[in-house]
Structure formats: structure tokens, C-alpha cells
């Protein structure tokens, strides 16, 4: 579990142990539910990471209801967006092992999550990752019930593939933007896990290039184990 499943979590159950003490029955019953599950939406698995070369992981647990083509900046690529239901886990996590450029906050809306329009309108946290295949981008995206985007990571940042970069509480979406030539290899209404699901694949002679930076090298190597706690 993440810290700050501890944060919100405790609360409520030590208030429950107060609510029984004034036997308070109905009021501990709910505040001990409330606590649970909280508890319950902040765990953090472990998951094994695919080590294959070329594999883009998902950045979510959840639902794929959007593949489509769509530019980034003028270039061509896809949009993979995974939606993520209030049961599942909420821990985001790097999609391919490299170095964060760039990351943009951007406030907005809180449409439901499950809305086209809340990629482009809701709030957002956008990362852009450098890797040896070229720029990946990917978003942790606000939704109707969650209310805050959480990253533990900064631009110059290091990540492996699979690595624990962040969260959003309470019900929202991921998406990523690939480049021209990814092979796509989900559809809309599969189901994935964050850090071991494979969304796509780039061609391998592209990923292999990453023997020429020796801090990527390392970094995709380290894909060959589970990816580590998260940094906080």
C-alpha cells in the first residue's frame, strides 16, 4: 500500500474505535468500511515487468476504451487511453524504461473520466518520456470523483520500464501517445495491468538502439526485475 492510503485510511478507523467505545454501533460499522476501503484503493501490488525488447507496458490498470490515431505536436502516432474504475488499482506506472523531459500540470475540468472529452479537458499531469525508440507521452488525467493527480517523479528523472511514477485518487485515466510505426497490440473493451499488460510494441532495431546511452541501458536492464518502490 502507498503512503498515503495511511493518511486518509486512519483516520476514519481511529475515529471508529471511538464511535464503539460511545457504543455508537451503526456510525463504527461505517467509518470502519470507510476505512477499509481506503485501504483497500491504495494497495500497490507487485507486479513482474516484461523484459522483452521493444514492449510498451500499460501505465494503469483498467479498461482500454480508446484507440485511436491522433498527432502530438505535429507528429503522428496513437492515443491509447485506459480508464480506471474506482476498484482498481490506482497506482500509475512508467511505460517504457528512459528519461523524463518534460512534465506539464495542466488544471481543468473534472468530467466523467470515461468521456472522450476529459482527455483533452480534464486535469492532467502530461509526461513526456525520452526512451531509445523516440518520445512517448503519457497523462494521468483527473476524473469526476478524482480530485487530485499525484507524480513522485521530476523532469531529468531516471525511470525503468514498469516503475512506480505516481497515482490519481479515486476513479480516473491514463492515456499514452505513441509514435508512427508502434505496433499496437490491444483493442477497445481489453482489460490491463498496470507495468505487465503489453499495449505495443516498437520495432526492435528502434529499442536496441539504446546501447548507445549507457544511463538507458542500465535503465531497460533493470526491467529484467520487478520495477521498485516508488521514490517519495
Excluded at 151 to 164: A, Q
Aim: aromatic share 10%; charged share 20%; with cysteine.
Amino acid at each position: 500500500m502507498v503512503k498515503e492510503g495511511y493518511y486518509f485510511g486512519l483516520p476514519p478507523l481511529a475515529l471508529s474505535f471511538a464511535a464503539f467505545f460511545l457504543h455508537w454501533t451503526v456510525v463504527a460499522v461505517i467509518l470502519v468500511f470507510l476505512a477499509s476501503f481506503v485501504f483497500y484503493f491504495f494497495r500497490d501490488p507487485e507486479r513482474a515487468i516484461p523484459s522483452e525488447p521493444g514492449a510498451l507496458v500499460s501505465p494503469a490498470d483498467g479498461r482500454i476504451v480508446v484507440v485511436t490515431e491522433e498527432e502530438n505536436a505535429e507528429r503522428v502516432g496513437k492515443r491509447i487511453s485506459v480508464f480506471l474504475a474506482i476498484w482498481n488499482v490506482h497506482v500509475n506506472r512508467s511505460p517504457e524504461a528512459g528519461t523524463i523531459a518534460a512534465m506539464d500540470y495542466r488544471p481543468g475540468k473534472f468530467l466523467a473520466a470515461m468521456r472522450e472529452r476529459a482527455s483533452f479537458e480534464n486535469e492532467q499531469n502530461v509526461i513526456s518520456l525520452s526512451t531509445a525508440a523516440g518520445e512517448i507521452v503519457f497523462k494521468q488525467i483527473a476524473g469526476l470523483i478524482a480530485r487530485r493527480v499525484v507524480c513522485w517523479k521530476k523532469p531529468g528523472d531516471i525511470v525503468r520500464r514498469g516503475e512506480r511514477i505516481g497515482l490519481v485518487r479515486f476513479g480516473s485515466r491514463v492515456d499514452m501517445w505513441v509514435p508512427s510505426g508502434t505496433e499496437i497490440l490491444v483493442k477497445v473493451g481489453d482489460n490491463v495491468k498496470g507495468g505487465s499488460s503489453v499495449l505495443a510494441r516498437v520495432p526492435v532495431a528502434a529499442s536496441g538502439s539504446h546501447d548507445a546511452n549507457p544511463q538507458r541501458a542500465r535503465a531497460s536492464e533493470e526491467t529484467l526485475t520487478p520495477a521498485g518502490k516508488q521514490n517519495s
